[in-house]
């Protein structure tokens, strides 16, 4: 293999690549790329074996050749480089990079140790805006639980309908829902699993992308076609919580308040919150919410925030970490907490939001003290 490349173009492919490559695994291949010279073009391609991504980009190639190379070290010489150009070549096990009076050489692994990657589903695809399908991710993925083994709550559900698009989050404490309208048809199938690393690299797909994302579905695999980049994820057969009797639409008091004060607030208040917990207080009276740290491990703070609420004086405690994840994923002026009593959930949503955002909401239980 002998190439010139772009070094900006080849960045962008490296950068969307990195979310797939495995940085701690106990198979050393799954660290690296594959690369594949042919025609006019570099081919690339990572997987850790639930998720695969492939992209390719132009190049001036003088011998064709495919070979691996480690992911991150090879991301992180590409961005360093001194000029805008690279030539790259594959000689005895190990990888040359030239670019400029720069040169290295990078070591390899064979790529028939390689895993065998799927191979995307025939067909085009269902076709779906991706800045819409962007933002229901923001504003649900958050809401998607880190800890491992907790399959049903590892992964966000996308709802897929003749005229909507649904994304729906839960690590069992919360639970987040988004919800946009959509002209694409009938859709290939009506709901699936997208685990957290998906949700991430369809965020990166392409960050200022006009063209639509096409979504197909195969025997074993989704993928998520952009130009000339696929991302393929593994069908997960996991169950999805039952979301819809948490999907409370009914508590009769309701508190609208300023995102950005209460925010701020949440945030100086929350400095003092216990370490486990993170509990803060909410004291909802008269046209005003008071914000108050739970536990004295650190000290103790307080403040007050105006606020519409005209309904009896409530209290309630809650995560203030999960209050901050939704006041950072919606961007309208003001925010509308709705409530039934100190044990029920509270219900969030954004208020005075433009049709073509959809709508949301946001269930969190409080912290039994």
Same mark, same amino acid.
């Given at each position: /293999?002998?190439?010139?490349?772009?070094?900006?173009?080849?960045?962008?492919?490296?950068?969307?690549?990195?979310?797939?490559?495995?940085?701690?695994?106990?198979?050393?291949?799954?660290?690296?790329?594959? &690369?594949?010279?042919?025609?006019? @073009?570099?081919?690339?391609? =990572?997987?850790?074996?639930?998720?695969?991504?492939?992209?390719?980009?132009?190049?001036?190639?003088?011998?064709?050749?495919?070979?691996?190379?480690?992911?991150?070290?090879?991301?992180?010489?590409?961005?360093?480089?001194?000029?805008?150009?690279?030539?790259?070549?594959?000689?005895?096990?190990?990888?040359?990079?030239?670019?400029?009076?720069?040169?290295?050489?990078?070591?390899?692994?064979?790529?028939?140790?390689?895993?065998?990657?799927?191979?995307?589903?025939?067909?085009?695809?269902?076709?779906?805006?991706?800045?819409?399908?962007? @933002? &229901?991710?923001?504003?649900? $993925?958050?809401?998607?639980?880190?800890?491992?083994?907790?399959?049903?709550?590892? $992964?966000?559900? &996308?709802?897929?309908?003749?005229?909507?698009?649904?994304?729906?989050?839960?690590?069992?404490? @919360?639970?987040?829902?988004?919800?946009? $309208?959509?002209?694409?048809?009938?859709?290939?199938?009506?709901?699936?699993?997208?685990?957290?690393?998906?949700?991430?690299?369809?965020?990166? &797909?392409?960050?200022?992308?006009? =063209?639509?994302?096409?979504?197909?579905?195969?025997?074993?695999?989704?993928?998520?076609?952009?130009?000339?980049?696929?991302?393929?994820? @593994?069908?997960?057969? =996991?169950?999805?919580?039952?979301?819809?009797?948490?999907?409370?639409?009914?508590?009769?008091?309701? $508190?609208?308040?300023?995102?950005?004060?209460?925010?701020?607030?949440?945030?100086r208040v929350a400095l003092l919150a216990s370490e486990r917990t993170h509990g803060v207080q909410l004291q909802f009276d008269h046209d005003s919410l008071g914000l108050a740290s739970v536990g004295f491990d650190l000290g103790q703070a307080a403040e007050v925030v105006p606020c519409s609420y005209s309904a009896p004086p409530l209290k309630a405690f809650v995560n203030a970490s999960y209050l901050l994840d939704f006041l950072g994923a919606v961007d309208t002026e003001e925010i509308e907490m709705q409530l039934r009593d100190a044990d029920g959930p509270i219900v969030m949503t954004a208020v005075g939001e433009d049709a073509s955002a959809g709508e949301c909401l946001y269930v969190i /239980?409080?912290?039994?003290?």
């Amino acid at each position: /293999m002998d190439v010139t490349l772009n070094r900006t173009v080849l960045l962008d492919e490296l950068q969307l690549i990195q979310g797939v490559v495995e940085r701690r695994t106990t198979i050393p291949i799954l660290s690296n790329i594959l &690369l594949t010279a042919e025609g006019d @073009r570099l081919h690339l391609a =990572a997987t850790d074996l639930d998720v695969t991504v492939y992209s390719e980009c132009s190049a001036v190639v003088r011998r064709e050749g495919r070979t691996t190379v480690q992911g991150k070290v090879f991301f992180d010489l590409v961005r360093s480089l001194p000029t805008d150009t690279l030539d790259l070549s594959f000689e005895e096990s190990r990888v040359e990079v030239r670019s400029g009076t720069f040169s290295s050489q990078l070591a390899s692994l064979d790529p028939a140790d390689f895993p065998t990657l799927p191979e995307a589903p025939d067909g085009q695809g269902f076709a779906v805006d991706l800045p819409t399908l962007r @933002r &229901l991710i923001d504003r649900s $993925a958050f809401a998607v639980s880190s800890e491992e083994g907790h399959f049903q709550y590892n $992964a966000a559900l &996308l709802l897929l309908s003749a005229k909507a698009l649904e994304m729906v989050a839960t690590d069992g404490h @919360r639970l987040a829902w988004a919800k946009a $309208a959509h002209t694409a048809g009938k859709p290939p199938f009506d709901q699936q699993l997208l685990p957290r690393k998906v949700l991430n690299q369809i965020r990166h &797909l392409a960050a200022d992308a006009e =063209a639509p994302l096409y979504i197909a579905r195969g025997e074993n695999h989704l993928a998520f076609r952009l130009g000339q980049r696929v991302l393929l994820s @593994r069908v997960l057969e =996991a169950r999805f919580p039952q979301y819809e009797r948490v999907l409370v639409r009914d508590n009769p008091h309701r $508190a609208r308040i300023n995102r950005q004060e209460f925010t701020a607030s949440l945030r100086r208040v929350a400095l003092l919150a216990s370490e486990r917990t993170h509990g803060v207080q909410l004291q909802f009276d008269h046209d005003s919410l008071g914000l108050a740290s739970v536990g004295f491990d650190l000290g103790q703070a307080a403040e007050v925030v105006p606020c519409s609420y005209s309904a009896p004086p409530l209290k309630a405690f809650v995560n203030a970490s999960y209050l901050l994840d939704f006041l950072g994923a919606v961007d309208t002026e003001e925010i509308e907490m709705q409530l039934r009593d100190a044990d029920g959930p509270i219900v969030m949503t954004a208020v005075g939001e433009d049709a073509s955002a959809g709508e949301c909401l946001y269930v969190i /239980m409080p912290i039994r003290l």
